[in-house]
């Protein structure tokens, strides 16, 4: 009787206790991290801005922890898909006095439109991107090794200018007469390349014979009949044999039959244009030792083709002219007449490279 009292006993306290134990409550997970974008803030959007390195500037984004460490992470790129990239940097630390700033370590694009964006990183957490934002980089030229380029929207050239030029606001360097013209001398010979340009006030009943858009050869302002390396581009006059008709001559490595060449009259007579003086055309001459070919666009680099016609020299050295010099018109109207420049032209966005104009070059200049 006594044992069996005593288990009773047990049973009844090991209920009582089971029936008082609480159990153990799990901890609470930390909330996610929420991090909202910067605000871009400077420069303003479109601005246009006198430097190739500018300081780019958001308002600070928030987060939802505090605690920890804040980066940034910019891009820019000339296109508004940001591929490619042209500059980018991530962990730029955050600015405690609300605004953080970047600026580029190496010059961007000259006379570019360009997108900019940054997004706000914690530990492994990034933000959104914040809106895009655009500015224009410095409308600057330069003449280096293979490639030159110059804007001539603000009032000066890095070319030499010759006679009666000048500078039109926003527009380019206008040639006022048929003896002006701007030269550049390059620091190399540029054998295979691409020389091109935007003109306006092109118009039928120019000056007669073969007025020049542009022109390279291989002296300053040697006699044309001489020059064993010339390239020309014309839109002829009145008259032009044909009037009012789109040519070129280039001498490819000498002054002989076969390394001479330029579109005879069938090809001319089936290039007459009525071009418009209040229209932009773009001009590009490309060329190899044994080639030349010229395109004329309208309306800019991505018009409408107007003209397109290539011919190829089966006799001479091919054209390397040592010195080389280009032309913005020409120098020849002073040794034969009726072959000077395009009077009234305005010229600007000139690109001048053994490699193919960047798309993005000049898209500062779209919108003027």
Known sequence: MKKTC??????????????????????????????????????????????????????????????????????????????????????VAEN???????????????????????????????SDWSRVGTFKTRPIGYNKPGELYDPLVHGETIGTIVGNASFV??????????????????????????????????????????PKIFQMMDSPDGLPSRSLSMINAQYRGRPGNPDH???????LGGQTDGAIVEPDLAKRNQSVLMLDPSRTYFWLGIWTPQSFRLVVRDGGADGSVLYDYTMSANRGTGFAPSPHYAFL????????????????????????SSRPRPASLGSALRDR
């Open 96 to 126: 405690a006095g609300g605004k953080t700033s970047f600026t580029p370590a190496d010059d961007l694009q000259p006379t570019t439109r360009m997108y900019w964006r940054a997004r706000m990183v914690q530990d492994t957490t990034n």
């Open 329 to 352: 018109g020409t120098n020849y109207e002073r040794f034969v007449p009726d072959t000077g420049t395009f009077p009234g032209m305005t010229v600007r966005n000139v690109w001048l």
């Open 245 to 251: 008709s789109i040519a070129f001559k280039a001498v």
């Open 6 to 91: 005593l288990a009773l006993t047990a049973v009844l306290f090991v209920s009582a206790c089971t029936k008082n134990k609480t159990a153990p409550v799990a901890p609470t997970p930390p909330a996610p991290l929420q991090l909202t974008a910067p605000a871009l803030d400077a420069p303003g959007d479109d601005l246009q801005l006198s430097t190739l390195r500018p300081e780019l500037t958001v308002v600070n984004g928030t987060s939802s922890q505090p605690a920890g460490t804040r980066t940034y992470e910019f891009q820019i790129a000339d296109n508004e898909s940001f591929s490619p990239v042209a500059a980018a940097k991530t962990g």
């Open 169 to 210: 606001p926003d527009k380019g360097i206008r040639l006022n007469d048929i003896f002006a013209y701007v030269r550049y001398q390059l620091p190399q010979t540029v054998s295979s390349g691409e020389f091109s340009m935007e003109v306006e006030g092109l118009r039928p009943g120019g000056p007669g014979g073969k």
